[in-house]
């Protein structure tokens, strides 16, 4: 890994494969990005690939490995293991469902007659997980003999949870773990990490001290290899402040929220507030592939503010709708708001990239959803077509759309050269230093330095005017 900014995306979003997704990185961005975080690029029965069968080989219709070792060459890569669950449809599921008992898989999953002291839990028990759903996470398996049971499903039902307290389960995740790093991984994002421990009695989200014990086993697995984890969680940011204690590297999924606010309000005194005690050893962002994330907000903006800055995605964004965020459209996250980050800015191109700039100068090493480097609008088509609220932000763009994007529009390369200063300045070193300073209400000054050079970020929160200048040690 290396200390430039990352890209996020499909294998089949910035051009319809890998081969393609290659060339417009060598083309465009080869100076913009240093490492990609290619979302799950394995065999999938649902979620846009985060339901995998397998993870020894690539979807055939996004290319092979042997393309993803050769986009390893020139970039640091992020796989993503899904810690907490594995498909329905993998060989897995299918030979536990037709064999049951005498299925060697069998142990791999969370069964609720096993988990639950009389085969069902209480409703006390039900009101204290931490679920996505109304009612116990569950699915009910018809088995070849005939017979039913609840197993533990938490997301979608194409997404059946793992049982990472049996040894079969384990050494799942330690043969998944090598074959990852071998194929080429610098950093594997364990998706859904705090769902994986499940505890009786407990909310079974980031369960105590479990959840260390895991991660660690995780950790010994790959640190042999040079390879790094990062766990994603969406919650309270005291949850990420822990495990940054710990030495392990966390996501700001903070800073989208906050910024959002500076840029409404004019005010800079939360953002500051945050940048001042976020950790150094962090990946931020401002968007992914999922929504906006509200939950991870909470008590660094108050109530009331969180509140208004919701409604002014709807107000001050564009082309975002409440509707898109229900039900309606299989909207599964309350806390999440489905809607790109420069359509949250109203598509405003000096907001928007006021916005990135601040993301360059905080505390971390910067990710930009390839929807974000482009400076993508609400794809409201996609969204109509699939009724799937967070396809708002997950736009297919061809090579020749690219290109026409850098040939026309003057925000796509102003980005990109902000991006080739945050990863050419040496004022941007991880263990350098990060100053905020408040100008009344409205302008912030962010100071980052090195013992090799300074770079200062000077911006008006209400005009959205900014410079930025800098100097290096000779």
């Keep these: 890994m ?5 890209l996020i995306t499909y294998a089949d979003s910035l051009g319809k494969n890998l081969g393609e997704l290659k060339e417009v990185l060598d083309i465009y961005f080869s100076k913009a990005f240093g490492g990609v975080h290619i979302l799950p690029f394995f065999p999938s029965s649902g979620d846009r690939g985060f339901a995998p069968m397998r993870y020894d080989i690539t979807d055939e219709n996004l290319g092979t490995m042997e393309q993803i070792r050769e986009i390893s060459k020139n970039y640091y890569l992020m796989f993503d293991f899904m ?9 897995y599921f299918k030979d536990f469902q037709s064999k049951k008992d005498a299925s060697q898989y069998k142990d791999l999953f969370i069964r609720y007659k096993d988990f639950w002291e009389n085969g069902e839990p209480t409703q006390e028990q039900v009101d204290k997980i931490y679920k996505r759903k109304p009612r116990a996470p569950y699915i009910d398996v018809e088995f070849a003999d005939g017979t039913t049971e609840k197993v533990w499903c938490t997301f979608g039902e194409e997404q059946i949870d793992l049982n990472v307290d049996t040894e ?5 995740i330690r043969e998944t773990l090598i074959r990852m790093c071998e194929n080429g991984a610098s950093i594997i994002r364990l998706d859904a ?4 421990v499940k505890r009786a009695g407990t909310s079974c989200f980031f369960v105590e001290p479990e959840m260390w014990d895991l991660l660690h086993e995780i950790e010994n697995i790959v640190k042999p290899y040079g390879v790094m984890i990062l766990p994603e969680i969406h919650e309270h940011y005291s949850i990420q402040m822990k495990i940054a204690e710990k030495g392990f590297w966390i996501y700001d999924f903070a800073l989208p929220v906050l910024v959002l606010h500076a840029l409404y309000s004019g005010r800079g005194d939360r953002l ?6 976020c950790p150094k050893h962090q990946f931020t962002t401002l968007d992914t592939h999922d929504g906006i994330g509200i939950v991870d907000v909470k008590d660094l903006l108050t109530d009331e503010e969180i509140e208004e800055t919701k409604n002014n995605m709807f107000t001050k964004g564009a082309n975002v709708k409440r509707i898109y965020n229900t039900e309606a459209y299989n909207n599964l996250d309350i806390y999440q708001i489905n809607c790109t980050y420069y359509s949250a800015l109203g598509n405003n191109d000096k907001a928007y990239l006021l916005a990135r700039a601040i993301q360059f100068f905080a505390p971390g090493i910067p990710m930009v959803y390839y929807v974000g480097a482009m400076a993508g609008e609400n794809d409201l088509e996609l969204l109509e077509a699939t009724k799937e609220g967070r396809n708002i932000n997950r736009h297919y763009y061809t090579k020749e759309e690219i290109a026409d994007n850098f040939a026309s529009r003057r925000i796509v390369n102003d980005l990109r050269e902000l991006m080739e200063f945050r990863n050419t300045h040496p004022a941007f070193a991880v263990e350098g230093e990060c100053e905020t300073e408040l100008r009344g209400e409205h302008v912030i000054k962010i100071t980052r330095s090195s013992q090799d ?7 008006d929160l209400k005009t959205h005017e900014f410079t930025i200048t800098c100097s290096e040690q000779k």
Excluded: C
């Excluded at 050079?453 to 911006?459: D, P």
């Design 2 to 6: 290396i200390n430039k900014i990352m």
């Design 453 to 459: 050079g300074m770079a200062v970020l000077e911006a």
């Design 272 to 277: 500051k507030n945050w940048i001042d005690q």
């Design 168 to 172: 079969v389960t384990r050494n799942f």
């Design 193 to 196: 990490f705090a769902y994986a």
């Design 83 to 91: 810690v907490n669950h594995i498909s329905r449809q993998s060989e």
